[in-house]
């Protein structure tokens, strides 16, 4: 008797024997891709949280603001023609 057609099943038969084991052994967990709602302290925390954040922005923003218009102050005792930058030194390779 020639079983050699049973090669050829194996795959579907095994892929079949896979899927029904892997939804079996989800059906007594519960559904993980869905989260529970924040309850209403945790968002009261990151509020706060939120709030601070915003309150470091606008010091960091200020503070670059003072930076820049020191560097402005500086750069204007120094003039160039407008357009221009100021030019790269490349070191010479030692040879």
Known sequence: MN???LIY???PIGMGVM???????NQGQP?????PAAPA???????????????QQQAIR???RRLL????IEGQS?????????EEVIPKPAG
């Open 41 to 55: 302290a945790d968002l009261a925390e990151l509020s706060r949280q939120l709030d601070s954040l915003d309150g």
């Open 31 to 35: 559904n993980q891709d869905r989260r």
């Open 3 to 5: 079983l050699s057609w």
């Open 78 to 86: 120094e003039p160039q023609a407008a357009g221009t930058q100021p």
């Open 19 to 25: 899927m029904w084991m892997m939804m079996r052994g």
């Open 69 to 72: 218009d020191e560097d402005a």
């Open 62 to 64: 200020a503070q670059m």
């Open 9 to 11: 099943l194996a795959c």
